[in-house]
């Protein structure tokens, strides 16, 4: 099994930026590559970024493509995602999921999840 905890949500104005954070433990050999799906109220989960094992692939949704910025820190078991020049609709509780496939397959979904860490963009 594996646990995946995040943080570094928070309110936050519009144009401002936040680091989020996503440690995990566990049964991590099982993890390959890592990533973050958000949920605003009333709305489906939706992909957010996915990065490999290595770090060498990344892959980003539109919506947030060129302000948000996903890394990863294998030494710490640990994933982020800078986001910048955030907006309104970025509002929403981000989560962390990982599993055994590569970042691709995590797009479309994770086998682990963590708890879920708010953001919110208000002016």
């Known amino acids: 099994q594996v646990q995946l905890v995040e943080s570094g949500g928070g309110l936050v104005q519009p144009g401002g930026s936040l680091r989020l954070s996503c440690a995990a433990s566990g049964s991590i050999f099982s993890i390959n590559a890592m990533g973050w799906f958000r949920q605003a109220p009333g709305k489906e989960r939706e992909f957010v970024a996915t990065i490999s094992r290595s770090g060498a692939t990344v892959y980003y949704a539109d919506s947030v493509q060129g302000r948000f910025t996903i890394s990863r820190d294998n030494a710490k078991n640990t994933v982020y995602l800078q986001m910048n020049s955030l907006k309104p609709e970025d509002t929403a509780v981000y989560y962390c999921?990982?599993?055994?496939?590569?970042?691709?397959?995590?797009?479309?979904?994770?086998?682990?999840w963590g708890q879920g860490t708010q953001v919110t963009v208000s002016s």
């Open positions: 999921a990982t599993g055994g496939s590569g970042a691709g397959t995590l797009s479309r979904g994770g086998d682990y």
